[in-house]
């Protein structure tokens, strides 16, 4: 009896190492598997458009071609309304933009598929030695429109209003003009194409107030409440604060190859939840509501 038990028991030690060895050779050939697709993916992305949303794209390419050696995602700027239409002609893979493409014209935007990655806060910023820290929406439209011209008149210095715009091919513009401004027509003033030489501008110019996406914010400029509603995550995931934007990355119909590849990657928790809120943008999952293109509201 005592020979059956050892028996039973080798037999049963041999069984765990045998089914051990199976497991880690499954794992082994598991991420076996995983390195020759990554080495099998292989071609070139070119991403265009919006430079709010330039920051996590860089990134995200940096990371996702360290994975995939063979595939080179190059990232590039120039605005909304670029992006949109390099992807509509065919010169991009990829078309960043903070707008709708329905809300660009001579775009179809029936061509083109929507992927949105996140969501991104905009708001007025301004020269760091301006005891500015809110503003109301009035007093916003009649800075920007040129009617207010001294920071006298809203409760700062006697000093010069210095305006920085961006072009109107901006995303970041016309969410701005869209939400803070309510489509008022700005008055004119610096304008420049890259959110980092906005940014740059109102840190160095005394009197300066432009507008960014919060993911330029850096503490060299400062931004302004709205309303007395602070720019800030909570405010914006419940809708408290208006002036924020859909991350869209385009394609002209279904992507396939290393473009799907890179959206895709996009979308995995090594972005959304690493990435994306270090970078300053909300995943779209944080948020509480939802907005059309024609900027109506509800919850989800």
């Known amino acids: 009896m005592l020979k059956k038990v050892k028996v039973i028991v080798v037999a049963a030690l041999c069984l765990s190492v045998v089914t051990a060895l ?24 070119t991403a265009v458009g919006s430079t709010a949303i330039q920051p996590l794209a860089e990134q995200a390419a940096t990371q996702f071609m360290a994975k995939n050696p ?105 969410t701005f003009k869209k939400y803070a401004l309510g489509n008022a027509e700005e008055a004119a003033g610096i304008e420049e194409d890259s959110s980092g030489t906005v940014r740059k501008i109102i840190k160095e110019t005394p009197g300066a107030i432009g507008y960014l996406a919060l993911s330029y914010l850096d ?5 302004v409440s709205l309303d007395g509603v602070a720019p800030d995550k909570e405010n914006i995931t419940t809708g408290k ?44 999952t944080d948020m509480k509501i939802v907005r059309d293109v024609n900027g109506n509201v509800k919850n989800k």
């Open 219 to 223: 503490g060299s400029v400062k931004a």
């Open 70 to 174: 063979n595939v080179k995602v190059v990232v590039q700027g120039g605005g909304s309304g670029t992006g949109l239409t390099q992807v509509s002609q065919g010169a991009a893979d990829i078309g960043n933009s903070d707008i709708f493409a329905e809300e660009k014209d001579g775009i179809d935007a029936s061509q083109l598929i929507d992927h949105q990655i996140c969501v991104v806060g905009m708001a007025a910023v301004v020269n760091p030695d301006l005891k500015i820290d809110n503003l109301s929406k009035q007093q916003l439209v009649d800075i920007f429109t040129g009617k207010t011209t001294n920071w006298k008149s809203v409760g700062g210095p006697d000093q010069k209003i210095v305006l920085v715009n961006r072009p109107k091919a901006s995303g970041t513009r016309a």
């Open 22 to 45: 199976v497991g880690c050779g499954g794992q082994g050939a598991q991420q076996s598997t995983d390195n020759k697709a990554a080495q099998q993916l292989s071609g070139n992305v």
């Open 241 to 284: 604060y208006p002036v924020w934007a859909y991350m869209h990355s385009y394609t002209k119909g279904q992507p396939g190859g290393a473009t799907e590849a890179f959206l895709n990657y996009m979308m995995s928790d090594d972005v959304q939840k690493n990435i994306v809120p270090q970078l300053g943008y909300i995943p779209g």
